[in-house]
């Protein structure tokens, strides 16, 4: 029995390695399979492997699920670019020997899942075997991959219709954290409760600055202007000096 073993590494973690051993007739599939056990992955459709070069450069393409792909390339026929459809590999047809064409053959493997990983593919070593063993199977297994950590936030609810936000006490802790490093001004202290004492020996009202209007008293009062009630235009003596007194006021403002 010829056994094909593969190393695996991944180009997010140095330190992780797997050595998987496979039988040339077994499939891509296979392969996924035993590289999603082995790494510690959650079944994924979305895969693909890659043949490279030495140099990882892709050359084929096998997929998990069945896929069209478009692609340009140069025709020599009508001597220029065209863009043709192609069917991509599926794992579950692609034996492996059929796309092993070099004895340290490279590829690249790629899964897309809750996390994005790309893996670097080669076979080092090529084992004839008359040993009965189960394959695909890891031989080797070294470091793990990183794992995208998520949080949870606990939802909002806004509060029942009809009632307010509901304001928490501060914790003691944080409410020392918060008022921290402010003093009081016992004078200023002081000063308010005085302030208040006068207030409450003049029953209760503010006592009102000079200077300032009382809450009652109108533009005349505050001009020394004494309004006379009249309940009609006979209850003066002279019209005459009636017309006068309008006169006065019947000049525009730019004459003061």
Do not use: W
């Amino acid at each position: 029995m010829i056994i094909y073993r593969f190393r695996l590494t991944s180009e997010d973690q140095e330190d992780f390695i797997r050595e998987i051993e496979i039988q040339p007739t077994q499939t891509f599939l296979d392969f996924h399979e035993i590289i999603l056990s082995c790494s510690d992955l959650e079944p994924c459709q979305n895969a693909f492997f890659y043949t490279t070069d030495k140099k990882y450069k892709k050359h084929q393409e096998i997929s998990y699920k069945q896929k069209k792909k478009k692609i340009r390339k140069y025709d020599d026929e009508l001597d220029e670019i065209i863009t043709e459809e192609m069917v991509l590999h599926l794992m579950k047809n692609s034996r492996l020997n059929a796309f092993i064409e070099d004895p340290h053959q490279k590829m690249i493997y790629e899964f897309i899942g809750k996390d994005f990983y790309v893996f670097n593919l080669e076979l080092f070593k090529i084992i004839k075997s008359e040993e009965s063993v189960f394959l695909p199977r890891c031989v080797k297994s070294t470091g793990e991959l990183p794992k995208r950590v998520e949080i949870l936030m606990e939802p909002v609810m806004a509060p029942p219709e009809g009632e307010g936000v509901i304001h928490q006490p501060l914790k003691p802790d944080i409410k020392e954290s918060i008022f921290a490093g402010i003093q009081e001004d016992e004078s200023e202290i002081a000063a308010i409760e005085s302030h208040l004492e006068e207030i409450l020996k003049d029953g209760g009202q503010e006592v009102i600055s000079d200077g300032m209007p009382e809450p009652d008293m109108d533009e005349n009062d505050m001009f020394g202007i004494e309004e006379v009630q009249m309940e009609s235009i006979d209850d003066y003596e002279d019209i005459e000096k009636l017309e006068m007194n309008h006169r006065k006021f019947d000049v525009d403002s730019d004459d003061y």
